[in-house]
């Protein structure tokens, strides 16, 4: 069974910092581009980091806005992938969730999301 769960959200003041975990299981950890998202209240979900497997170089890619603040990094031994978030700004405030999609198999499998809140 595919699981893809996460932690860390949260409420903290423009400035402050957050760091994001997603615990991934039932499936190969390894081979799959794991990638962070979120969806802001009216607005379509958006791409906002993500890291390819170690196969593919592990690229890393980030949404404009972002570039600079946050920063995504993938365990292989924890199977976790991280989206450390300083500099937060209120525009920052979404739900985030936690994507796995396949290097090798047209599988994608997404979290339940995480809140996380900017303001003062």
């Known amino acids: 069974q595919v699981q893809l769960v996460e932690s860390g959200g949260g409420l903290v003041q423009p400035g402050g910092s957050l760091r994001l975990s997603c615990a991934a299981s039932?499936?190969?950890?390894?081979?799959?581009?794991m990638g962070w998202y979120r969806q802001a209240p009216g607005k379509e979900r958006e791409m906002v980091a993500k890291i390819a497997s170690v196969v593919r170089g592990s690229n890393t890619d980030y949404t404009d806005s972002v570039k600079g603040r946050f920063t995504i990094s993938r365990d292989y031994a924890e199977n976790t992938v991280y989206l450390q978030m300083n500099s937060l700004k209120p525009e920052d405030t979404a739900v985030y969730y936690c994507n796995a999609y396949g290097d090798w198999v047209p599988k994608n499998y997404w979290g339940q999301g995480t809140q996380v809140t900017v303001s003062s």
């Open positions: 039932g499936f190969t950890f390894s081979t799959y581009t």
